[in-house]
């Protein structure tokens, strides 16, 4: 492992050191995330019924709509890298492309929701809300904040994958040297873990 | 450029291996919307929290390829994901028997 | 690997100082990627904010010299708390010796040309000044400076209307400064370690850095999300903490404390790499136990994350929690306990050289334990019911992250300025620097215990005449402090001006990396990269002659 590791030293170029840091990245957005699910699981612990009449406000059928759009991104993301490995490169660019189209689609749908919800008064202050019990106001802040933070990381996402669609075009992301592919590649898969547990613990409380 | 081999080349997963993993996906999400109507009292979180593990384990498992790393990349998730399961249990050790009147 | 660099007109390579890169003069430096350059671009403007620190630190210690009002109201006196607070630790001792000594030496010590990430390290340095400016702005703002307290806890934090999302925001900014550092690190310790150089060769700061960053990298988030968090509590009222809404503002604190105790850790291990790097060199002995140190470091920053709610005994836990707390806060105690029964062990019987860098370990030795033991007294729930909120926790913490941390980082700067500079300081001035120092920060804090002891509130404006006397004693404390940090830095400045230049590659006598490359160092540290056989702190020469000693004896 060490003997390795100082072969690449030498090597101007470190890819395995670039995904290690890419790693180290996600560690700190997965715990930025992790402090809001302990928050979540707290005020959850603390107002069971709550929690449960206020989530019957969200509708579950665009919750698992999007759940099966972040899937299908994260798999197209997955198969450009794999295009671009095989020297696929017009592949990868179309993979990319539907990767930023479901990603797009996601941020519709949650616009949708957003606004219905909107509509029916529920959002932070509004009289509606703060009518309501500790719990259910608790509940709306959560949701409004962790799938507000959730979104502008897929806003994000989008932003990234752009990029490397410019870059796999300009072959400055090409079949040797595809790092930085990966690497936001990385990012959108965290983006989809992060979703796979909110999903359940909002949409999904019976 | 010096090429090195150790540099990537493991790390090519075939189209097909993705795809599978994406039906186990897509197939664990209608499992954990279908059990969610049924009441199982306290398991019922637990469930849909096993299921997201699942899911997030072939996800970093094979999509952000962490079968094809070294154990070091194994040995840091492992670090990170231990800190925040600390962070859960303890703050709950406080949390669980706080007595209110 | 030499043709790497310009082979230079007379046949040396010219110093990281004299390097001419893309950019020329002031902007080869704020745009220099060397992790050189940007330590020494860490050094003036941590040191700069460590200034500002003091003068509030000062102001606030002359207010309190009478009972009542002496100098300034009341509320200008809890923005000059808030605001030493938020100064001293997010912008002076988090930082200070990863970001100034980590940076410019971990490359050096571990035999590599750079730092993984150089750009980001130079991203890392930016998002510092970003961080500082907006504190200082939010100064400066109308509505006036933050006056919480630099913990901003909920619900004042939530109610107050100075300018608090500011000072929140540059917190935040200041994190992510911090978790880019601690990344850089991480991967470039296991990325970029030279030939030879294992895991258990590794210099002691290295592992101390090492460690560090890592509490740097799984800490921070908390407080980012936090601090971001309380911000959007102002702006939108959510409800996460604030009580009429719902909230917990208990969670706060804790959420809060599951940062900011393992970040006592971000501002003590590098502290205590530095103690294990000086030992060995002004002793002339093998360090006692490496294997111990480099695993206690680990241990610490393991143990540091389990151990944050000591800080809310009287906040209202559960006693479940409270007694889980205590009895992990007293473990936290044994690898610290480790760390300076091995520095001791290393300096018994050996050929101790009383140099400037060596007096600055001894009184962080001195001085944390103090602060440590009291920090033990302080884990048992009894006696925090009673300390909790007094001057004696003031002094405690100031015993530990001034009497330790910041002591460290003097030794560190006095340690290697030569070999940064390639100039030397004039010693004498320099001891008696230190002299002052330690006289100062002993009569400044210790009178503290007693008073918190006797029940003198921390953080209040006014006090009973019968605490006068240890405030008076205290405030004239600050003075000589004050004194001996002004001989300090005006010590080490004229060294730069005008010092004895030196080029002698190891004026010390040291036995890691650093000494074996030019003072200054060349950019990028090594024409070749070395290979390492040897663990470090061999000393082998001497310790052979001291073993013929005995043996006559």
Known sequence: ?206 | MEHNQELHSEHSHGYGVYILVWLALMALTGITVAVAGINFGGLTIATALVIAAIKSFLVLKIFMHLRSESKTFRAFVGVAILFLLISFILLFSDYSFIVRN | MSEAIAVPKNGKHPSYLDYQGKHKGFLGWILSTDHKRIGILYLVSILSFFMVGVTFGFLMRLELLTPGRTIVDAQTYNSFFTLHGVIMIFLFVIPGIPAVFGNFFLPILIGAKDVAFPRLNLLSWYLYVAGGLLAVISILLPGGPADTGWTFYIPYSVRTGTNVSLALFAAFVLGFSSIVTGLNFVTTVHRLRAPGMTWFKMPLSVWSFYSTAWVQVLATPIIGITMLLVIIERAFGVGLFDPALGGDPVLYQHLFWIYSHPAVYIMILPAMGIVSEIIPVFARRTIFGYKFIAMSSIAIALFGSLVWAHHMFTAGMSNTGQFIFSLLTMVVAIPSAIKVFNWTATLYKGSIELATPLLFVLAFIFQFSIGGLTGIMQGVLSVDIMVHDTSFIVAHFHYVMFGGTGFGLFAALHYWFPKMFGKMYNEKVSKSAFWLLFVGFNTLYFPMFIMGWLGMPRRYYDYLPEFQIYHVISTVGSWILVIGILIMFGNLIKALVSGKKITDKNPWGGETLEWTIETPPIHENFIDIPTVHEAPYQYKLNEATTLKTQEVK
């Open chain 1, 1 to 206: 492992m060490s003997s390795q590791e100082q072969a690449v030293a030498h090597v101007h170029r470190d890819d395995v050191g670039a995904r290690m840091g890419m790693w180290l990245f996600l560690f700190t957005e997965l715990i930025l995330f992790g402090g809001m699910f302990i928050l979540y699981s707290v005020y959850r612990y603390k107002f069971p019924a709550d929690f449960h009449i206020a989530a019957k406000e969200l509708n579950t059928i665009v919750g698992t709509l999007n759940t099966a759009i972040l899937l299908t991104s994260s798999l197209t993301m997955a198969l450009s890298i794999t295009a671009i490995q095989r020297k696929q490169k017009a592949l990868s660019i179309f993979f990319q492309f539907i990767t930023i189209v479901l990603a797009l689609g996601f941020m519709i749908n949650k616009y949708f929701e957003w606004s219905a919800k909107f509509h029916h008064g529920i959002y932070p202050g509004s009289e509606t809300l703060l009518s309501k019990p500790s719990g259910e106001i608790v509940f709306f802040g959560l949701y409004y904040v962790m799938t507000g933070l959730h979104g502008l990381h897929v806003i994000i996402g989008i932003v990234l994958i752009s990029v490397m669609m410019r870059f796999t075009s300009k072959e400055i992301v090409n079949n040797d040297s595809y790092v930085k592919l990966e690497s936001t590649g990385l990012y959108w898969h965290l983006v989809d873990i992060i979703w796979i547990f909110l999903f359940p613990l909002f949409y999904l409380i019976t």
